[in-house]
């Protein structure tokens, strides 16, 4: 299984500590922290189950956004099954991951599912459904999955999104 990681917080990325604190975690490292490996991966694998369930592949990424707005995320996708689809004689192929970033980006911005039309896709954003969204107590918690069609992307997004929700 092939799990990409995106480092939780960088040192230039951690908000600034006085001396006294510096022994505390802060708020937003606290909430990040919460976003396990563990649940994470148990969500990823959730929606991997789910598609192959759903006999569709492609990519699947959770992300946790702590607070009530997107300013900083740590993320994880998985592959299932594949990366991509290849370009072939009448097509120019898919890039799944950059689709299902998408989805995500859609979210970041709109905390509504993605697709769900309440604006315009933006440059960067494609307007399509199998992105879910959710407010956790912690923070802002979001899966998409991107390779099979919408309604089915939807079906692997929802079960990603469960396990993150209960792990709240």
């Given at each position: 299984m092939l799990l990409l990681t995106a480092p939780a917080l960088r040192a230039q990325d951690k908000p600034a500590v006085s001396a006294p604190n510096a022994s505390k975690p802060q708020p937003a490292?606290?909430?990040?922290?919460?976003?396990?490996?563990?649940?994470?991966?148990?969500?990823?694998?959730?929606?991997?189950?789910?598609?192959?369930?759903?006999?569709?592949?492609?990519?699947?990424?959770?992300?946790?956004?702590?607070?009530?707005?997107?300013?900083?995320?740590?993320?994880?996708?998985?592959v299932v099954g594949h990366l991509k689809n290849s370009p072939a004689r009448d097509k120019k192929g898919d890039n799944l991951l950059g689709i299902a970033y998408s989805k995500a980006a859609e979210m970041a911005d709109t905390l509504k599912d993605s697709g769900s039309g309440i604006r315009p896709p933006m440059t960067g954003e494609y307007g399509w459904q199998g992105g879910m969204v959710a407010r956790g107590k912690t923070g802002i918690l979001i899966a998409a999955f991107s390779g099979g069609s919408s309604e089915d992307d939807v079906k692997a997004s929802r079960a990603g999104l469960a396990v993150l929700a209960s792990a709240q």
């Open positions: 490292a606290v909430a990040i922290a919460r976003f396990s490996d563990e649940t994470s991966d148990k969500a990823l694998l959730a929606m991997k189950k789910r598609a192959e369930e759903l006999h569709i592949k492609g990519v699947a990424l959770v992300a946790f956004a702590p607070g009530d707005s997107v300013q900083s995320w740590s993320s994880k996708m998985l």
